[in-house]
């Protein structure tokens, strides 16, 4: 009984020390400068709000240098840093490679996987400068979705990109062997297709399907998002 009155009287005695610091508190914040209580009051709202160091920030998008993306119809240019360096897509340089691809025309959006596609091509050939032959165009397949790029990458044969590119799970790529084309088609889809044409520019009547339809079904099962990476 005597333990049980002693452990009431300590819970007591830490109950009324807690009060005393809060009327001390309160005295001093009384008495105190107005501007001291706001600045006091700044930092605590500025430490609340403060988010916790980003864990996302990724050690491979810091290290992505800017690539240089070029029309080769208009000769606009830019440097493109796709990603920010948390990995995130960066929304203003999406704008500006989609600006370029537009070949003055009003920009369209692009759809982002492609973007990415591209970009990481040009990064697996050492940062390439990615030259934009077309992207967006009316009423043209995956081009009049915004799913579809035509791009060369400079100082790295066509065939070359389109054989690194075949690899890509769910994914359309074409190689454009006429001697008045020369470029590789990207496009993004659920089921991968391969091709070669080399048809002159505006027709198609060259077209032949490449690749192992059996390999690209098992790739396009296995997809993740993170293979797109540039990683």
Do not use: C
Not at 52 to 78: G, K, Q, Y
Not at 169 to 177: D, K
């Amino acid at each position: 009984m005597a333990h049980g009155s002693e452990r009431r009287r300590m819970r007591n005695l830490v109950h009324a020390a807690r009060w005393a610091l809060v009327a001390i508190a309160l005295f001093v914040a009384r008495d105190a400068p107005a501007h001291l209580v706001r600045g006091a009051a700044v930092y605590l709202e500025t430490a609340l709000r403060t988010p916790p160091p980003n864990e996302r920030t990724a050690s491979w998008a810091i290290a992505l240098p800017p690539i240089d993306v070029s029309s080769v119809v208009t000769r606009e240019h830019a440097s493109v840093r796709l990603y920010a360096d948390d990995g995130e897509i960066d929304d203003s340089a999406r704008a500006t490679l989609e600006r370029i691809a537009a070949n003055d025309n009003p920009p369209h959006v692009l759809a982002a996987r492609v973007e990415q596609l591209l970009v990481r091509a040009s990064y697996h050939f050492g940062g390439a400068p990615v030259q934009l032959v077309s992207a967006f165009r009316w009423r043209a397949s995956r081009h009049g979705t915004g799913e579809a790029i035509d791009f060369k990458l400079k100082g790295v044969p066509s065939w070359q990109v389109a054989a690194y590119l075949r690899k890509t799970p769910r994914a359309g790529v074409g190689i454009y062997t006429n001697p008045n084309t020369q470029f590789v088609h990207i496009d993004v889809r659920d089921q991968s297709y391969h091709w070669v044409d080399a048809s002159p520019p505006g027709v198609h009547w060259h077209e032949r399907g490449l690749g192992d339809t059996a390999a690209n079904t098992k790739r396009d099962a296995a997809w993740i998002p993170e293979d797109d990476l540039p990683i």
